[in-house]
């Protein structure tokens, strides 16, 4: 890239690139080079935005742990709307499967990005919790309106659908393939203990 041109959004193309290399390789191979690489911009470049590797890393997961957030947010006030399973799956596969697969492996391979997520976007943020915490209050509320038994335990509930995607994120699935997969795992959940 010549010198002197101005990229728009850099953080967020360089972000996206992370998860490319990520997707396409172990973590322990994650170097600034290779993200830039991937990215099509000098290697200057990322250490011009951020004072280090690391600090590049923990601007990812937190970028990526609030667009988490973000999308689950409003899934607990939908409590009584649709179905329970749609509701459910179509709040965790409303973030890119290319960005839970990415943040996940990163932080397997990395467990103190959590607490540097945390302290920036408070407790329960990092990851995966995000969804679990929103699944749990979601299906408590639907209990409390009697569309989940009253015996359904919602946190258990909610650790099963967060373990399906880890699942599926750790194994690479990207596809739609793997959006089938979750969905699946979703209904079987419901299927069980939860009434469509």
């Known amino acids: 890239m010549p010198r002197g041109v101005a990229i728009p959004e850099v953080r967020q193309q360089l972000f996206a690139a992370v998860e490319r290399v990520i997707a396409g390789a172990e973590p322990s191979r994650l170097t600034g080079r290779a993200v830039t690489r991937e990215a099509g911009v000098a290697t200057g470049l990322l250490y011009a935005h951020f004072?280090?590797?690391?600090?590049?890393l923990t601007g990812y997961a937190v970028d990526r742990a609030f667009q988490i957030s973000g999308e689950v947010a409003g899934l607990p006030a939908r409590a009584g709307t649709?179905?329970?399973a749609?509701?459910?799956s179509e709040a965790v596969l409303a973030t890119p499967l290319g960005t839970l697969l990415a943040l996940t492996r990163l932080m397997v391979f990395r467990p103190q990005l959590a607490a540097e997520v945390e302290a920036v976007l408070g407790a329960g943020t990092a990851g995966l919790q995000a969804v679990e915490h929103a699944v749990a209050r979601y299906l408590a509320a639907e209990r409390q309106l009697g569309r989940v038994p009253a015996g359904a335990d919602p946190e258990a509930l909610a650790l099963a659908v967060?373990?399906?995607?880890?699942?599926?994120?750790?194994?690479?699935?990207?596809?739609?393939?793997?959006?089938t997969r979750i969905r699946r795992a979703v209904d079987a959940l419901a299927d069980y203990g939860v009434p469509r």
């Open 51 to 56: 004072a280090n590797f690391d600090a590049f």
């Open 82 to 84: 649709g179905t329970v």
């Open 86 to 88: 749609g509701n459910v």
């Open 162 to 179: 967060v373990g399906v995607l880890h699942h599926v994120a750790l194994s690479g699935g990207t596809d739609s393939a793997a959006a």
